[in-house]
């Protein structure tokens, strides 16, 4: 569940559309666990009943909320994007992660405790290879490589709500590229520490309630391992993303503005529509441990 805007958002990056990805999200993160461990026939039932009721909490009760806040951001930034619009939209879609993380928590906790010393192994392994996957793109370039790759992925992700970009524009996220603190290393090192103490927690083996209140701190406070040096650059980076970003929004031009709001206007538009498509029944809870 935690990954749900995620994809969605890849999936309408890629074009492929924001109803093709969620009507997909059962799937996805069914081969994403499967990545992790492979869960033993208890587990499996238990995985899928919990994952369809947390599907349908989410497209019932949290859809509606995102297409009215992409809504309300639309009509803020047709006056003119502002420091405290993006940070207001910001503080939203926070409440959203931390929503899904609580309700998508029992399912974790009872499946993390639920595993096997041999499931542990390899979600320990598949854990360390997503961290290799992820920076291994980036440890051949050089600073100037990476930042020069950041500036076109920025603008690419741009381009895809706004249309195509002005040289001026362009110009300018080149520029602003040079402030990126290249973080990759920073990130993988606080992921180690973080999956080190995950898989420790799980090991240990005390009771299930000690388990739950360890689990729900370190869910919730991952930033204990971020580490001096990736939690500066998280916060450089975040000011460099609003910062740019609202420079890009303030010199849009009319035909930019209206693809722009026409984009998020449509992605709101798909996100009720799947709110109104929910199954008919209701999905029953399940239990795994605290039954």
Same mark, same amino acid.
């Given at each position: 569940?935690? $990954?749900? $805007? ?72 047709? *006056? ?47 854990? &360390? ?23 076109? #992925?920025?603008?690419?992700?741009? &381009? ?12 300018? $996220? ?42 729900? #701190? ?20 975040? &000011?460099?993303?609003? *910062? ?10 009319? #035909? ?20 109104? *498509? ?6 029953? *809870?399940?239990?795994? $441990?605290?039954?």
């Amino acid at each position: 569940m935690r $990954i749900i $805007i995620v994809l969605v958002c890849a999936w309408t990056a890629t074009g492929c559309g924001v109803k093709l990805g969620y009507n997909n999200l059962d799937r996805l993160v069914r081969w994403s666990v499967d990545d992790y461990m492979a869960l033993d026939p208890l587990q499996e039932a238990y995985f899928r009943t919990q994952l369809d009721t947390l599907l349908y909490w989410h497209r019932t009760s949290e859809l509606p909320v995102y297409a009215r806040e992409i809504r309300k951001l639309d009509a803020a930034l047709a *006056d003119g994007a502002t420091v405290e619009d993006l940070f207001v939209f910001r503080a939203e879609v926070e409440t959203w992660w931390q929503r899904i993380l609580e309700t998508s928590l029992p399912l974790s906790t009872q499946l993390m405790y639920s595993a096997t010393d041999a499931q542990l192994d390899r979600f320990a392994l598949q854990f &360390e290879k997503d961290v290799v996957k992820y920076t291994k793109p980036y440890t051949k370039l050089s600073p100037a490589e990476r930042r020069q790759r950041w500036a076109r #992925d920025f603008r690419d992700y741009f &381009e895809y709500l706004t249309g195509n970009l002005s040289n001026e524009q362009k110009q300018l $996220i080149e520029q602003r590229s040079a402030q990126l603190v290249i973080d990759e290393l920073s990130w993988a090192d606080y992921r180690r520490r973080y999956g080190a103490a995950l898989v420790a927690l799980v090991r240990q083996r005390d009771s299930f309630v000690e388990f739950s209140h360890a689990f729900r #701190d370190m869910t919730f406070s991952r930033e204990r391992w971020y580490g001096e040096e990736y939690t500066a650059a998280l916060a450089a980076n975040q &000011e460099l993303y609003r *910062d740019i970003s609202i420079a890009i929004l303030n010199s849009l031009t009319p #035909d930019q503005r209206r693809q722009l709001s026409k984009n998020l206007l449509n992605v709101a538009k798909d996100f009720d529509e799947l709110s109104r *498509d929910a199954p008919a029944i209701v999905p029953a *809870d399940s239990c795994l $441990i605290s039954c």
